[in-house]
């Protein structure tokens, strides 16, 4: 071979490894301009598209936490990818004569409930029939609309309701959706003593009847209110005060043992919170913080009645006040990493802090 020949090689060895290396390079450039072009078109969305753009696989809050079974799951957003439920079943109320129907609300396209829902109806009235599906936007129009089921998701249908109209918490508020953080909420008002129960031994949502951890997205109101849990009405309590005056109790067990945070800056603002209750252990989160924590000895909760939005056993008026979007118990103490977990899913959902 000639010299003259062994240089074209060589160049065109070196204009071969170019081209690999350019059309590399282009690829790359491609690749990241695609990933721009998702990223900008989420945050040109509201917030549940944009949390779905940036978390397309794994999102659900239950998926994530993984081998880790809740007790009870209630949210206005899906929590499993695998979950085909409702979201709630409510009510419409209009004034006048005439029945008002019920229906199942459905999650929208973006795994939430909002006005673009679609409902089932359950119990016809109104010019509605059994089993009609129209959008829930449709449903309410310009009328009230009250919970009357708050399905569960963990897969155990451990549903809490209310059958009685005037203790029902509500959805829709004249025409408008309940939102907190732009986002569906569900309104619970003291002077209605409004309230969402189930028949749920305490032995069976926790470990030895007080084990466990309770993660919730829920604005903190003021006075004398209970937020969920168990209670006789005396001193047998897995409980919260969300708040109670300007602080945050958490009590556990039989003769209980409480443990307090003062969360005054968080009155009507959507916080996440863990509450965890273990062997000599208690633990209050706030954000993805830990604020509480104690080494209590504790006895075992013997109450049979959950309640969500209130704890009607106290004497008085004890009802949360402000809105509540999501309530899921573990029958286990969380690590920080679990709740890590849980609180990154929530904040970018939720848009928390």
Sequence with gaps: MQLRQIKRYIMGCYKMDFYIVFEKQIVRFLAALMFMSIHFEAFAQGPQQMFWALNSSNTYLLDQIGSTTASVAYSVRKLRKNYTGFAMRVRLERPGAGANPEGDVAFDANGVVSENSTIRITSSGRGFSVGDEVLFSTFYSTSNVWVTIWYDQSGNNRHVSQSTPGQQPRIVNLGTLETSNSIASIRFINANETVLTATIPS???????YIGTASLVSEASTGNT???????????????????????????????????????????????????????????WLSGTRVANSTPSMSASTTN?????????????????????????????????????????????????
């Design 203 to 209: 032995s069976t949502m926790f470990g030895s009847g």
């Design 226 to 284: 209970s937020s969920f849990g168990y209670s006789d009405g005396g001193s047998n309590r897995w409980q919260a005060h969300i708040n109670e005056g300007n602080n945050l109790y958490f009590d556990v067990g039989n003769s209980y043992t409480r443990l307090s945070y003062n969360n005054s800056a968080s009155i009507g603002n959507l916080r996440t919170y863990a509450l965890v209750a273990g062997n000599s252990l208690m633990e209050i």
């Design 305 to 353: 009645t959950f309640y969500v939005g209130g704890i009607p056993p106290f004497s008085g008026r004890w009802h949360h006040n402000n809105d509540q979007s999501e309530i899921v118990i573990f029958p286990k103490v969380l690590t920080a990493g679990e709740i890590g977990v849980l609180n990154r899913n929530q904040k970018d959902f939720y848009g928390t802090p």
